[in-house]
Every structure is written in C-alpha cells, then in structure tokens.
C-alpha cells in the first residue's frame, strides 16, 4: 500500500485509535528527530520564562497575522 491510501485508510479510525497509531508511527522514527523535537521543547521552555522575567515581548499571533496580510496586500 501507498502512503495515500494508508492515511485515507487511517482517517477513518476513531480519534482514539488513530492517537495510538500516532504514537507507533513517531516511536519508529529515528532518535535524531526525537532529539529535535526535545530540543525544540527546551527553546519554547526558554522563551516563555524570559517571557514571563519580562525580556522578551509577546505578539498576539492573530493581530501579527492580520496586520501581515494588511501590509502585503
């Protein structure tokens, strides 16, 4: 089976099943994208503490958004 067909199939599932095959499916993948995904964790964790000491600013992303789209036409 292809790629296609295995995630029209999966799609079908009930939300449960389809959240346990997620988990499989990222088990699988190698440590190198685990690592990423750990490392992207702490940079977010990072952020939002030197958000919350008041270093950095936050953007609401739905005005940044908004004001983007006004800006580029």
Not at 45 to 55: D, I, L, T, V
Not at 59 to 64: A, K, N, S
Request: glycine share 4%.
């Amino acid at each position: 089976m292809d790629a296609i067909t295995i995630e029209s199939e999966a799609l079908k599932l009930p939300e449960a099943q389809r959240a346990i095959l997620v988990d499989h499916l990222q088990e699988s993948l190698s440590n190198k994208r685990v690592t990423y995904l750990d490392e992207h964790l702490e940079e977010s964790k990072s952020r939002f503490e030197a958000y919350r000491r008041g270093e950095i600013l936050a953007v609401d992303g739905q005005e940044l958004i908004a004001d983007l789209r006004t800006k580029l036409g």
